[in-house]
């Protein structure tokens, strides 16, 4: 029998996380047109608000339902502007493990919104949810996402040598595939021990322009 996530959301000191609702599809695709978005995912380069439509009422919606993953829209407590999205894929539900991705918009870069939300995303998924294990994966290049994945306790495991295809924008415009390598990290219920600790080490979540 397949499991699937709950509809809910997740408070934090400054951050809601909930689900995508129909009216950010032009907040979420303005934050999908980002050059930090293009080069280090597979979103489709232009975004439109369509697509944005679609990804909110039928591609989320369609993941949870068949228990793959959860997309979770990213919100400023005080403001409720959407900043980001956090994404879980890949679910195995046997294992209890799933992939933790997270894009925050290029207008709330600096704040720490991606460590704010990645741990309080795993700290739900591996005590509320009794997961055993969350996957993160991040290209050789993409160092911002790599510090957001050290901040809240993930440990690398390894390098996956030329598994990912990043992309860089030409000089007339056009995209154009780069490949390079995956480093795989993990987080386990007890990882997540010393992971408040160590952000009130570093002085909180600290600036740093985060994406994945």
């Known amino acids: 029998m397949t499991s699937t996530f709950p509809n809910i959301s997740i408070s934090t000191e400054r951050l809601v996380l909930r689900p995508l609702d129909e009216d ?6 303005e934050m999908m047109n980002d050059e930090q978005v293009g080069a280090w995912t597979e979103v489709p380069q ?8 679609h990804w909110i009422t ?9 228990g793959r993953g959860l997309d979770l829209a990213v919100t400023e407590f005080l403001t409720q502007r959407l900043v980001g999205i956090v994404q879980l894929a890949k679910t195995n539900w046997h294992v209890r493990s799933t992939e933790m991705s ?7 870069r600096g704040e720490g919104y991606a460590s704010e939300a990645a741990l309080a995303t795993a700290q739900w998924l591996l005590g509320d949810q009794k997961f055993e ?3 993160l994966r991040t290209a050789a290049d993409n160092t911002a996402s790599q510090q957001v994945a050290q901040k809240i306790g993930c440990i690398s495991e390894g390098v996956l040598r030329n598994a990912c295809i990043a992309h860089h924008r030409t000089e007339d415009g056009t995209w154009t595939d780069v490949r390079t390598d995956y ?9 997540l021990e010393g992971a408040d600790e160590q952000l009130a080490d570093t002085g909180g979540f ?3 322009r985060d994406w994945n």
């Open 24 to 29: 950010d599809a032009p907040a979420l695709a």
């Open 46 to 53: 232009p975004f439109t608000q369509d697509q944005a439509r």
């Open 58 to 66: 039928e591609y989320a919606p369609a993941e949870r339902t068949a």
């Open 102 to 108: 997270y894009i925050i918009a290029p207008w709330a």
């Open 133 to 135: 294990r969350i996957e």
């Open 183 to 191: 480093i795989v990290w993990s987080l386990l219920p007890e990882d």
């Open 206 to 208: 600290a600036s740093y």
